[in-house]
Every structure is written in C-alpha cells, then in structure tokens.
C-alpha cells in the first residue's frame, strides 16, 4: 500500500470524519445560537435571517461545490504520488475560486435585491433580506481563500485543521452576533444587518487562521505551495472539468430550497416561520452525513488514484454504517424530545407544535438520505460528475414538480407539504444505486 494512502478501518474513517462531524456540529450550533438570537429580537428579522441566509448560501454552495472538485483532484494526485501536482492544484483552484467570488458578489449586490423585492409578499422581511446581505456577501471574498484550503488538508485527510478553523468561526460569530444585533456596551444595535456582519468578520478570522498555519506548517513543505506560479493552465482546465458539474449541482440543489421557501413564505408567516424552525435543525441532522461525504469524496479518488478498486465495496459498507450510527446520535432529539429543540430555536407557543410534527415526519428522509448518500459521493469522488450532476438535476426537477403540486395547486397544509423531502432523497438514491449497479465507473482518469 502507498505510504500516502489513507488507511480505511473503522478508526481510520472516524479519525477523519469526527473532525468534520465536530465543525460541522459546530456550525449547527452557530445556526442554533444566531437563529435563538435573531427570533428574540423580532419575528420579522427572523424569517428575513432564515431566507437571506439560503440567498447567500446558494452563491456559496457554489464555490464549495468547485472546491469539491479541487479537494477530488489533490487526493487523486496524493493517491498517484504526485505530491508536487498538489500545490499547483491550490493554486489554480485559488484562480478560479477568485474569479467566481467576485462574479457572484457583484450579483448580490446588483441583481439579487431586486429579485428579493419582486418576488417577496411581505416587503418588511425583503427589506430585512437585503440588509442581511448587505454585509453578509463580503464573506465571499474570505470564503474562497479557506474553501481552496479546506479541500487541500481535506485531500490528506487532514481533518483536524478544518475543525480548528470552524471552531474560529463559530466562537467569534456567535460573540459578534451577539453583540451586534442587540447592541451591547459600546457595541451599535444593528439588528438583522449585525448578523451579516458578524458573520462575515467571523469568516474573515477563519481565513487568516487557516492562511498563518499553512504558511508555518512544516507538513506542508513536500507540497511546494506558492512556489509554481506559472502555466496553471492544464491544472485550471482539470479543476473546470471536474468541478463545475458539482458547482451547477451545487446551484440547483441549493436555489430548489430557496423556491421552496420562497413560495412558502408566499403561503403566510405562520408556514414561513414553521419551516424556519425545521431549516435551523435540519442542518443537525446533516452533521454526519456531511462529515461523512467529505470522508468518502477522499477515499474513494485516492484509492481509485491507488489501483485499489477492489477496496471501494468495503469502504462504503464501513461509511455507512457509521453514518447511520452517528445521525441516531446527533437527531435522536427529533424523536424524543422535539419541543426542547423547537423551544431553543424560537420560544413563540404558537409555532411549536406544528414544528415538532413536521420535524418528527421528516426523520425517515433524514435516514435515508444518509445511507444513499455514500452511493452519491462515491460518484463525485470516482470523478464521474458530470453523471452526478445529472443525478441531482432530475432529483430536483422531480422534487420541484412535487413542491409546485403540493404547494400551487393542492394547496396543501405546511405539515404535508414537508414529504416532498422523502420524494427528493428516494429519487437520488435509487439513481445513484442503479449508476453504480450498472455502470463501468471506478476506472474514471482525471
């Protein structure tokens, strides 16, 4: 075995994936904290934080989505024995990382506000979304120096550095939002604007420390970074190849869920505020899944980097179960103690109990979606993205049809329109299995 291949026992796979979990869990509780903040200080700015969030979170996605596909390239490279590739794939994802940041950034600042105003009934809470994201988007321009980081220790399997990073995020937004939106000591009340941009600074804080370690490290030094500026060219066209299926797969996913809430919002405050509830705690329940899929985007190109492919059957089985093992541990809340949950996120009486029944209908989908989502970033990780891409287009076409149906046309109550979540995660599991069933796809060369 390669002395660079990651081993994939039991302990192995966890030591790579709890770090992920924990800033993953992490940034849950980040979401948890400012979400409890910003329903205390109004209803209003609640809902605004909740959709404003999903707006800049779409733009973001993308971003992570091409870093994806950097992360995919430098652990293939690891896998190859081809160290010194890595440093130039940083660089080159850094280019186009910089590029995108700046597109998108430009777009909300000129043409989302007026797409909020248009398609918005409650003007107060469109307001609200455009002095959020009057700050908030300047994160863009940190965000893509520590994505381009992130997938670079996420290749090795380093996990350990991403989780202190997190943790710097989150320590510091949760104190300035703190500060900011209700205006403590010499602090101004900002209110929703506080929570753009404590956010933001957060963000910026992350970047400097992940930019300090990786100039200090001495781990680093076999990768050459910084010292093969010129002809990105090849390493460029490789990272567009692979990445921009999973940054337009990124996109419909991501922008689905802000139509999704977007016509909900169009069905009245109370069903706007109910699924505010279910979104701040749905991402919980992504907590392993998530730490899970960047565990297996490694493995599954290092070893198919390696020649090892018949190790891949072994791997998945291993992700899996500790996938599931890990979203009884971190969801179980959803079953038995749902209005503990709810009451955190927001005290108001009047939204709890239709809040715990949706959050208990959705915690099948939950467990499924855990265990197909190997079968999906196993996809990605073999390099085959433009077939993951077309996985999760048709997943959102058909999950969009159902929305649309349920919601324009059968006007169905909040509770029921939430099974659509069962709908999407079927649908992208059985053509994830039946990919990889019937399909050549572990030889993929990238």
Known sequence: MSNNLLPFS??????????????????????????????????????????????????????????????ILMARRIGEERKNAVGR???????????????????LKSLVPNLIQYFSLNKTVANLQIDYLSYRSFGLFFSFI?????????????????????????????????????????????GVAGAGLGACISEGLSMLFLLSYTRFSKSNVSFHLLQQVKGLGT?????LKVGIPLMLQSFSALFTWTLFFTWIEQMGQFALTVSQNIRS?????????WGFASTTKTYIS????????????????????????????????????????IGIINPHQEYLETSCA???????????????????????????????????IFSVLVYMAFVYLFIKVLNFEIYYVWTVEYIYFGTMGLLSMGYLYFFTWNQKKI
């Open 281 to 289: 705690l749905y991402f919980l329940a992504f907590v392993p899944i």
């Open 10 to 71: 039991y302990r192995s796979i966890l030591g790579i994936a709890l770090p992920m979990m924990v800033s993953g869990f992490i940034q849950s509780i980040v979401l948890i904290t400012n979400s409890a903040f910003i329903s205390r200080y109004s209803v209003d700015g609640f809902d605004a934080v909740g959709n404003a969030g999903l707006v800049y979170i779409t733009f973001f996605i993308m971003l992570m989505g091409m870093s994806d596909g950097a992360q």
């Open 358 to 392: 949706i959050l208990q209908l959705i915690i099948g989908s939950v467990f499924i979606y855990g265990f197909v989502s190997v079968y999906f970033q196993t996809i990605h990780g073999s390099g085959n993205t433009l077939v993951s891409m077309a996985i999760e």
């Open 89 to 107: 794939q940083l660089l080159a994802t850094w280019v186009v990382l910089a590029f995108m940041a700046v597109l998108f950034f430009v777009a």
């Open 235 to 239: 390493e460029i066209k490789e990272l």
């Open 146 to 190: 520590s994505l381009g980081l992130q997938a670079f220790y996420l290749a090795q399997g380093r996990t350990g550095v991403v989780l202190i990073s997190a943790l710097v995020t989150a320590l510091s937004n949760i104190l300035l939002d703190y500060l900011l939106i209700f205006g403590v000591g010499s602090f101004p009340e900002m």
């Open 302 to 341: 290092q070893y198919i980097g390696a020649g090892k492919q018949i190790d891949l059957p072994k791997i998945q089985r291993r992700i899996q179960l500790l996938t599931l093992l890990f979203l009884a541990l971190f969801f179980h809340g959803a079953l038995l103690y749902p209005e503990a949950l």
